[in-house]
T-cell receptor
Framework: DAGVIQSPRHEVTEMGQEVTLRCKPI?????LFWYRQTMMRGLELLIY????????DSGMPEDRFSAKMPNASFSTLKIQPSEPRDSAVYFC?????????????FGPGTRLLVL | GEDVEQSLFLSVREGDSSVINCTYT??????LYWYKQEPGAGLQLLTY?????DMKQDQRLTVLLNKKDKHLSLRIADTQTGDSAIYFC?????????????FGTGTKLQVIP
């Protein structure tokens, strides 16, 4: 398997524009996570899905952020409108239910810069 | 809620041992993890320990768990320049469930040649 795939790897946009980040989890994994990493706040869990259903979105900063998982092999994180404080590295991760220890497999991240 | 804390930075000389420390708050945590993040990459699981264990050794890595004090440490023996990375402590299997893993802020390890 190619691992978790994220696109784009880098995104530069202007304040007010819509940004869409994409993720393809590892085939067969039933959990998908979106994280945001910044110097100030470290690694934050934004939202996670189980079998395409959002389970916990309490980490989503505000209504400008939305995430969807229309099928088992694709998820998007959308920011509309974007603001400079959204600049961060956004990671997608996936895992497979085991009933015990969970290993999350991370994608390479999308580095977002909002000017 | 769950909280995991780490020091932000550690600098060691090549060949020395590195010890990265972590404290967590969820006493019901079942698994404690160490993830490694190399520059420009995502996190990768390095090792883990089950909460009923005190120690786990895996080649150059030694994980120590003091469950009473909720303290976890990662020791890297004979640290190499390739070990330079950010190391994240994480806990799971507690009140958040197995799938939700709470990560610390990460400790940046700098290995000086």
């Amino acid at each position: 398997d190619a691992g978790v795939i994220q696109s784009p790897r880098h995104e530069v946009t202007e304040m007010g524009q819509e940004v869409t980040l994409r993720c393809k989890p590892i085939s067969g994994h039933d959990y998908l996570f979106w994280y945001r990493q910044t110097m100030m706040r470290g690694l934050e869990l934004l939202i996670y899905f189980n079998n395409n259903v959002p389970i916990d979105d309490s980490g989503m900063p505000e209504d400008r952020f939305s995430a969807k998982m229309p099928n088992a092999s694709f998820s998007t994180l959308k920011i509309q409108p974007s603001e400079p404080r959204d600049s961060a590295v956004y990671f997608c991760a996936s895992s497979q239910t085991s009933g015990s220890r969970e290993t999350q497999y991370f994608g390479p991240g999308t580095r977002l810069l909002v000017l | 809620g769950e909280d995991v804390e780490q020091s932000l930075f550690l600098s060691v000389r090549e060949g020395d041992s590195s010890v990265i420390n972590c404290t967590y708050t969820d006493s019901s945590s079942t698994y404690l993890y160490w993830y490694k993040q190399e520059p420009g990459a995502g996190l990768q699981l390095l090792t883990y320990i089950f909460s009923n264990m005190d120690m786990k050794q895996d080649q150059r890595l030694t994980v120590l768990l003091n469950k009473k004090d909720k303290h976890l440490s990662l020791r890297i023996a004979d640290t190499q320049t390739g070990d330079s990375a950010i190391y994240f402590c994480a806990e799971g299997g507690g009140s958040g469930g197995y799938q939700k893993v709470t990560f610390g802020t990460g400790t940046k390890l700098q290995v000086i040649p």
